[in-house]
């Protein structure tokens, strides 16, 4: 089945700066990935999700790559800023597929 | 927000016990999933469901039941609970396999 691996487990960064969480996955079918934010107390919401028929995508300062061949994605956020700060999980699964495999998670700390 | 109400939201259960969780949405969504959150781990479905009556098992299914008697009802049932299903349980909505999903807030179980 599907293995999704996250790294890394915890990341903190200046106010400011860059922050990037890489994924790899394992099934080669695999074709969604959506990549969801989690706030203390609260459940995961989707922040942004890309297919595999893109390479990259961006919504302002967030954005995500895919590399299909080395079945690699990540997620990039641009001049972070305090309430960035969460535990952020990327994912992948299938079209029409019921099963979505979560990674294992990267808090976020952004230091003001 | 999606209209995903989990309950209880908190529990302290003797071990041995059985206990049930619910979850209820009012999206008509057809896919309905319970996960577990655990430190180092993310999120691991539990169960899944495809529609009325149809579900199926996810990575960590040992221990745990599920029942859809409704679109808009899926409880998960721990028939006799362990130290070991010491959790966090979202519940999840998707409209479409592969898609995005929506997360309930959460019931935190503990078992004692």
């Known amino acids: 089945g599907e293995n999704v691996e996250q790294h890394p487990s915890t990341l903190s960064v200046q106010e400011g700066d860059s922050a990037v969480i890489k994924c790899t996955y394992s099934d080669s079918a695999s074709n969604y990935f959506p990549w969801y934010k989690q706030e203390l107390g609260k459940g995961p919401q989707l922040i942004i999700d890309?297919?595999?028929?893109?390479g990259e995508k961006k919504d302002q300062r967030i954005a995500v790559t895919l590399n299909k061949t080395a079945k690699h994605f990540s997620l990039h956020i641009t001049e972070t800023q305090p309430e960035d700060s969460a535990v952020y999980f990327c994912?992948?699964?299938?079209?029409?597929?019921?099963?979505?495999?979560f990674g294992a998670g990267t808090r976020l700390f952004v230091k003001a | 927000d999606a209209g995903i109400t989990q309950s209880p939201r908190h529990k302290v259960t003797e071990t041995g016990t059985p206990v049930t969780l619910r979850c209820h949405q009012t999206e008509n969504h057809r896919y309905m999933y319970w996960y577990r959150q655990d430190p180092g781990h993310g999120l691991r479905l539990i169960h899944y469901?495809?529609?009325?009556?149809?579900?199926d098992k996810g990575e960590v299914s040992d221990g745990y039941s599920v029942s859809r008697s409704k679109t808009e009802d899926f409880l998960l049932t721990l028939e006799s609970a362990t130290s070991s299903q010491t959790s966090v349980y979202f519940c999840?909505?998707?409209?479409?396999?592969?898609?995005?999903?929506?997360f309930g807030q959460g019931t935190r179980l503990t078992v004692v």
């Open positions: 890309i297919r595999s028929n893109v």
């Open positions: 994912a992948a699964s299938k079209n029409g597929g019921f099963k979505t495999i």
């Open positions: 999840a909505i998707s409209r479409d396999g592969g898609t995005e999903a929506f």
């Open positions: 469901s495809y529609g009325v009556k149809d579900t």
